[in-house]
C-alpha cells in the first residue's frame, strides 16, 4: 500500500510539475503575442501632437526656401521647441495679410512670420514673450537725395502689405505703394519705380547683401520685438511656448540660432559678366539652375493645372444647370423659385471679386473644417466659374430662334427632348468661342490661390524672386508659361469650332 501511495504522490507531483511548465509556455507565447500590440499601444499614447504654422516664407533670414523646403530662424527655433516638448509643426506658407485671420479662425495653431507685437494686433490674437528685436529701416539707392526720416514726406515709399512698416509709414508720414512681399518692393526700387522702401533690418540686410546698387540709412525708424501669435485663449500652447523659449534664452540656443542665421544667411557675392547677354546668362543661371530653383515653377504648374482642369468641370456642371433653369423660367414660365434662387446666386457671385469669395470659403465656410486647401480652390473658382458659364449657355439658348422650338414639339417631342436634342447643340455652337474665353480666364485667375497658403505657379515665382532679389526673370518665365498654356487652349478651341463646322455641312 506505501508503494502505491508513493506511485500516485509522485504521479501528482509529475503531473502538477507539467501543469506549471505548460502554465509558463503559455504565458511566454501570450507575451510574445502581446508584446507588440502592448508596444504599439505605447506608441500611440506618445505619438506626437502636431500644431499647424503658418509663415509668410519670402522673408529672409527669419524664414525663406532652401533647397525646395522652408528654413529660417523661425523654422529652427520651431524645431527646437518642438524637439524639447515632443510636439511636431507643420508648416504652411501663406500670404502675410492672411496669417492673422488664419490664427483668428482656427486653419493654424500659431503664427510666426517676423511678426511685430502691436496693440491693434494684441486685441486679435494672443502673443508670446520676445523672441528677437527687429527695427524699421529705410532702404535706398546708393547716392539718392534721402538721407532720413525727414526727406521721406514727399518721396515714393514701398512696404510690405499688412507688416508694421506699413502701419508706421501710413500712421507717421503718408500712404505708401503696398507691396504682397519686401523683395517684391525692392525690386521695384530697383526698377526705378520707389524712392525708398521700409523694411525690418534683417530681410533689408539681406536684399541691400543681394543688390550692390542699394544701402541702408543708419537712422532706424522705430524699434520693434518679434512673438508668436496664437489664438486666445489657448493658454497651454501660449505656455508651453513661453516656457520653451525661456529656456532656450536661458542656455543660449535661441541667440545661437539667430546668430548662426544672420552669420550664414547672406547672399552669395558673385562676379557678374560685363555684357548685357552675359548678365542675362548669369541671372538664369541663378534664377532657374541654381539650386533647381526651376522646380518651383514646375511643381507651381501642376497644381495650377490641377485646380484650373477641375474648376472648369464644376463650372461647366452648375453652369449647364443654371443656365437650363433660368431658360426654362423664359420660356414656359415655370421653375420660379429655382429661377429666383439662381439669379440671387449669379448676382451675388458676379457682383463680388473672386479673391474674396476664395477667403471667405476657405476661413469661413470651411472655417472649422480641416480640408485639403487645392480642394478649397477648385471649389472657390468652379462656384465663380459656373456663374458666367451660365450665363453664356443661356444666352446661347436663348439665340436659338423660338421656331425651333415649336418645330420640336409639332414633332411629339416632349420639352426636355427637345432642348436636349435639338437646342443645346445648337446653343453649344453659338457659346463655343465666350465659353473658351471663359476657361482662360479661369486659368489666369488660379494666380491667386497663395492667399490661401497654395503654391501655384504664380507662388512659384514669387518664391524665386524673394531668393534671388531678380524680378524681371521669374515674371518672365511665369508670364511665358501662362501664355503658352493660353495659346494651346485656344488652339484645341479653334479646332473644335472647324470640326463642329465641318459637321454642319
Not at 465666350?434 to 485667375?445: D, M, Q, S, T
Amino acid at each position: 500500500m506505501l508503494s502505491a501511495m508513493t506511485s500516485m504522490s509522485n504521479k501528482a507531483g509529475t503531473e502538477k510539475s507539467l501543469w506549471e511548465r505548460v502554465r509558463l509556455y503559455a504565458s511566454a507565447l501570450l507575451a510574445v503575442v502581446l508584446l507588440p500590440l502592448l508596444m504599439a499601444c505605447e506608441e500611440q499614447a506618445q505619438e506626437q501632437k502636431t500644431y499647424t504654422v503658418a509663415m509668410e516664407a519670402t522673408f529672409p533670414p527669419y524664414e525663406f526656401y532652401r533647397d525646395g523646403e522652408i528654413a529660417g530662424i523661425d523654422v529652427d527655433i520651431l524645431k527646437e521647441i518642438g524637439r524639447r516638448n515632443n510636439v511636431n509643426f507643420r508648416l504652411e506658407d501663406m500670404a502675410f495679410d492672411s496669417i492673422i485671420t488664419a490664427v483668428q479662425t482656427g486653419k493654424v495653431d500659431l503664427v510666426i512670420s517676423g511678426l511685430t507685437v502691436t496693440e491693434d494686433r494684441r486685441r486679435q490674437v494672443d502673443f508670446t514673450r520676445s523672441y528677437s528685436g527687429a527695427r524699421q529701416v529705410i532702404i535706398v539707392k546708393k547716392g539718392s537725395a534721402i538721407k532720413g526720416a525727414e526727406d521721406l514726406f514727399n518721396a515714393r515709399l514701398g512696404v510690405q502689405h499688412g507688416s508694421s512698416g506699413d502701419i508706421y509709414v501710413t500712421e507717421h508720414i503718408k500712404e505708401p505703394e503696398r507691396f504682397t512681399n519686401g523683395a517684391l518692393a525692392v525690386s521695384a526700387m530697383n526698377a526705378g519705380k520707389l524712392d525708398a522702401v521700409i523694411l525690418d533690418n534683417a530681410p533689408a540686410e539681406n536684399h541691400v547683401a543681394g543688390s550692390p546698387e542699394l544701402t541702408i540709412l543708419p537712422t532706424a525708424l522705430a524699434e520693434e520685438e518679434y512673438a508668436m501669435a496664437i489664438r486666445k485663449g489657448n493658454k497651454e500652447l501660449l505656455d508651453m511656448l513661453n516656457s520653451s523659449l525661456d529656456a532656450m534664452e536661458a542656455d543660449g540656443t535661441l541667440h545661437e540660432i539667430i546668430e548662426r542665421h544672420m552669420r550664414d544667411n547672406k547672399p552669395e557675392e558673385e562676379k557678374r559678366a560685363e555684357s548685357m547677354l552675359g548678365r542675362l546668362a548669369d541671372d538664369f543661371r541663378t534664377d532657374f539652375i541654381k539650386n533647381n530653383r526651376w522646380h518651383y515653377l514646375a511643381d507651381g504648374f501642376l497644381v495650377t493645372i490641377e485646380i484650373a482642369a477641375a474648376a472648369a468641370l464644376v463650372g461647366i456642371a452648375l453652369g449647364f444647370l443654371i443656365a437650363v433653369i433660368r431658360s426654362t423660367a423664359d420660356l414656359t414660365g415655370k421653375l420660379r423659385v429655382p429661377d429666383m434662387i439662381c439669379r440671387l446666386y449669379l448676382t451675388v457671385v458676379r457682383g463680388t471679386p473672386v479673391v474674396v469669395q476664395l477667403l471667405i470659403i476657405y476661413f469661413v465656410i470651411f472655417g472649422s473644417v480641416d480640408v485639403n486647401k487645392v480642394l478649397v480652390a477648385i471649389v472657390a473658382f468652379g462656384l465663380n466659374s459656373a456663374a458666367y458659364v451660365a450665363e453664356i449657355i443661356r444666352s446661347g439658348i436663348m439665340s436659338v430662334d423660338r421656331g425651333q422650338m415649336e418645330a420640336g414639339r409639332s414633332l411629339g417631342l416632349g420639352y426636355g427632348c427637345t432642348m436636349r436634342n435639338v437646342i443645346l447643340p445648337q446653343a453649344f455652337k453659338n457659346v463655343l468661342p465666350a465659353l473658351g474665353n471663359e476657361f482662360i480666364v479661369l486659368l489666369k485667375e488660379t494666380s491667386i490661390c497663395g492667399y490661401i497658403a497654395l503654391q501655384d505657379l504664380t507662388k512659384g515665382g514669387d518664391i524665386i524672386r524673394s531668393q534671388t532679389y531678380d524680378a524681371f526673370l521669374p515674371l518672365i518665365a511665369v508670364a511665358l508659361i501662362y501664355l503658352s498654356m493660353v495659346i494651346l487652349l485656344s488652339h484645341l478651341l479653334k479646332k473644335l469650332e472647324l470640326r463642329l463646322k465641318k459637321n454642319e455641312r
